[in-house]
T-cell receptor
């Protein structure tokens, strides 16, 4: 069965610090990978996604993620966080065969202090 | 561009009552999904639908019923609400199952 593990439950950073949120998945085949963000009181928004091609994916708001197939990882990075990046971040994975469901990690809460 | 909407946004109900959460999308997406979000569990899939009149169970379907008579609507019904169904419910849609899912604003449900 597919599963997604997000290593950090809560990350606290100061503005301008660099960010890396870990995501590892368990699945035996080809996958599609996603990072979603949920700002306080808002719905989930797509940050970035990986389907195929260049394993370094750039998303909105300066975020990027790198797919490392050998490590089953899809870590999210941002060189310099802002107070407005305070949110909950969800990694999600789906097998690329028809009918497979999107599986979410439990989420990482990022708190950025100004 | 209305996108995907959910109603009500907030609901308080009592144990044993029937509750229906509505989801409406304007994109004519084929696929629609219902998730619940709980602290420590992330998002878990309740039900999904591939098209009108086609639905299937997700990870946590017990206690829920769905229907999809029209492509744009995907209501979720709690036939007899329980306290364990207190949660935030998100509806999502995608054009095809392999494409990006777009989420609605959520419904916060409290079962007393």
């Amino acid at each position: 069965a597919q599963s997604v593990s997000q290593h950090n439950h809560h990350v606290i950073l100061s503005e301008a610090a660099s960010l890396e949120l870990g995501c590892n998945y368990s699945y035996g085949g080809t996958v599609n990978l996603f990072w979603y963000v949920q700002y306080p009181g808002q719905h989930l928004q797509l940050l970035l996604k990986y389907f195929s091609g260049d394993p370094l994916v750039k998303g909105i708001k300066g975020f990027e993620a790198e797919f490392i197939k050998s490590k089953f990882s899809f870590n999210l990075r941002k060189p310099s966080v802002q107070w407005s990046d305070t949110a909950e971040y969800f990694c999600a994975v789906r097998g690329n065969q028809a009918g497979t469901a999107l599986i979410f990690g439990k989420g990482t809460t990022l708190s950025v202090s100004s | 561009d209305a996108g995907i909407t959910q109603s009500p946004r907030y609901k308080i109900t009592e144990t044993g009552r029937q509750v229906t959460l509505m989801c409406h999308q304007t994109w004519s997406h084929s696929y629609m999904f219902w998730y619940r979000q709980d602290l420590g569990h992330g998002l878990r899939l309740i039900y999904y639908s591939a098209a009108a009149d086609i639905t299937d169970k997700g990870e946590v379907p017990d206690g829920y019923v769905v229907s999809r008579s029209k492509t744009e609507n995907f209501p979720l019904t709690l036939e007899s609400a329980t306290r364990s169904q207190t949660s935030v419910y998100f509806c999502a849609s995608s054009r095809e199952v392999q494409e990006t899912q777009y989420f609605g604003p959520g419904t916060r449900l409290l079962v007393l």
